[in-house]
């Protein structure tokens, strides 16, 4: 059907996109529905707005170091495969 590394990383992908979109939902409605004089309610209405860079951020990053790790394992197996014997 499809590659099982591009299906994994479209499927990373679609979750990513679904959070973002989910936070975004939740902060608009946070922003709109509690508009009260309350500084605490003020303040954490930010936080969804900082969480998700952090969390977009924080999936690059496991990304970037899933990514490093299969390099260096696929560099050892073939450096392996093709040693000579002495």
């Not at 930010?46 to 951020?57: A, N, T």
């Not at 696929?74 to 014997?85: K, P, R, W």
């Amino acid at each position: 059907m499809f590659n099982s590394d591009r299906g994994e990383s479209e499927l990373v992908e679609t979750w990513q996109r679904f959070v973002q979109a989910l936070l975004g939902v939740l902060a608009l409605l946070v922003v709109i529905f509690l508009p009260s004089g309350n500084l605490i309610q003020e303040v954490l209405s930010i936080v969804p707005i900082i969480l998700r860079p952090l969390i977009i951020l924080l999936g690059l990053l496991v990304s970037v170091i899933q990514a490093f790790v299969f390099m260096l394992l696929s560099m050892i197996y073939l450096g392996q495969a093709v040693a000579h014997e002495h």
